[in-house]
């Protein structure tokens, strides 16, 4: 099976991409965005760096329709404007400037989650570094939680992504559909998941197969998982992350 072969299935469904920092995530996420880009479905990417998913809007390999949005220390748009700016642009890329603060980027942020929520169009809602949306390890904001519980009858899928899985709410976890994870490093984090794999199965055994960069998919609904080796994550388009 190719990559997109194997990706394929969790490009409808909320998502889960878990891994500690340099495991492997945004190079992951990018690859399955390439594959979003070419299936021409619509999404938003809510990225916290400047240079993290900037590959895939430079260079030769570029996903030519993809806009770049910049959110600067200033910027203070209403849900209206962003809800016009995610109709022209169903493959829309924001990114911060390295000056705008976090706090300030998550409120702008939480703005484009309302207006897709009241927008109600098919987008793939990719969020990195999800841990900033959540009010305490047990709650996500309301925003997040309205596409994991409502989302679905409108084809509006959360990608979340995470390094810190201990402060991301077990329940938005649980109405996922697919979980990406990478080697786990922490035996807390390996608790996490140990309740997720079918019965006999153990996640401590299965983390120690998994090399740098080897990614378990999981299918949260049969319980059905794989892993796709490091070399079989393919991407065109360049990561700087
Ligand atoms: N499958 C892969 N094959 C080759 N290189 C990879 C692969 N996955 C990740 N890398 C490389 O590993 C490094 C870390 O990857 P990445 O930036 O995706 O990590 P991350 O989990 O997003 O980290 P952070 O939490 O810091 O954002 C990058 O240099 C990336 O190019
Ligand atoms: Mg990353």
Redesign the pocket.
Known sequence: MTFAETVAPSLSGHVLVA??????????VGALIEQLDHAKKPYVILDT?SQ?HIGLWVGKNRLKKLHLFRCFPDTDLTIDDYKKMLRENPRLLCIPTTDTEIDHLIEEYKKILKAVQNLKLPRHVIVEETHHYCRSPQKAIPEIEWIVREGRGYKIWLWSIT?RIQSFPKDVWANGMWTYI?HMRIRHDVDYFDDALPDGEDFRIVNEELKL?DVLQLDQISGKYQIIK??E?TRKTQ?F?
Do not use: E, F, I, R
């Not at 891994?19 to 992951?28: E, F, M, Q, R, V």
């Open positions: 891994a500690p920092t340099g495991g492997g995530k945004s190079y992951l760096k993290n390094q990478m960069h490091a070399a994550v990561h992350g």
